[in-house]
């Protein structure tokens, strides 16, 4: 599943062709996805601008001149790409239509976003702009690790008397929000500390220290516009480069890459997902 930096990389390859630029049709080419479209939703996009694109977690969120929001998830195999757009920065010729382009948005700049998502786990919902916040999927989220609220004393207070493995504590999504398996288990190996650990008998100066550190994955993997998997890709198609510079995840069986440590790479599963670290120098 896309974790934070694909998201934001899509974002990023979705403003120039969205923000600011009006929907003149939406063709919803079926009632659901992971859940039913909302009401409507044809009729609700049609005409309206984009005011601003953003991303909370691992959510994009168009904000529409009609004080709507919507919101997007892309799910397990979900992509949304852009061709046609006069700005000349993606394809310049529309594509022939996919069995699996569930969504698909016509801008008044001549481009055209497509939703395609095989698997159908993504989903869209339609929520005041005002109250986004109080939506279900929102309500619950944590800070943004890239944002002020993610600081030292946020992550020591919450990992305080934490009885979970640190790995887990990382993937609770009201600790930290957008974190996914790849990027915890990078970070902690940057961090040396164990996915084994348990959060709470972390000192307070590695707790801290894993701030910058988790800051640091994630822009390492913005900068690569992410990691392709399996399905992810960038809004103008192409694959991201980041899980060419995995440290540890997907290296079961490698050496170390820390000099000196002569370890080897290992794999254990942790609530029904892998991870992967380095038992010498990870502690």
Known sequence: MPELPEVETVRRGLSPAMEGVVIEKADVNRPDLRWPFPDR??????????????????????????????????????????????LG???????????????????????????????????????P??????????????????????????????????????????LDQGIVAGLGNIYVCEALYRGRVSPRRKAGQISVARV???????????????????????DFRQADGELGYFQHSFDVYGREGAPCRTPGCGGEIKRITQSGRSSFYCAQCQR
Do not use: C, W
């Not at 310049?92 to 801008?107: G, I, N, R």
């Not at 002020?148 to 990382?170: G, Y």
């Open 129 to 170: 702009t005002a109250t986004a916040e109080d939506h279900k999927l929102l309500s619950v989220l944590g800070p943004e690790p890239l944002g002020n609220d993610f600081h030292e004393q946020h992550l020591v207070d919450a990992f305080r008397s934490k009885n979970t493995p640190v790995k887990s504590a990382l």
């Open 208 to 230: 801290a220290a894993l701030v910058p550190i988790i800051r640091q994955v994630l822009q390492d993997a913005i900068d690569a516009g992410g990691s392709s998997l399996r």
């Open 41 to 86: 939703m044809v009729e609700r996009l049609t005409g309206q601008r984009v005011d601003r694109l953003r991303r909370r977690s691992k959510y994009i969120l168009a904000d529409l001149s009609s004080g709507e929001t919507l919101l997007i998830h892309l799910g397990m195999s979900g992509r949304m790409t852009v061709s046609g757009d006069p």
């Open 89 to 127: 920065q993606f394809a310049h010729t529309h594509p022939m239509p996919e069995k699996h382009d569930h969504v698909v948005f016509h801008m008044a700049n001549g481009a055209r976003i497509t939703f395609n998502d095989p698997r159908r786990f993504g989903a869209m919902d339609l929520l």
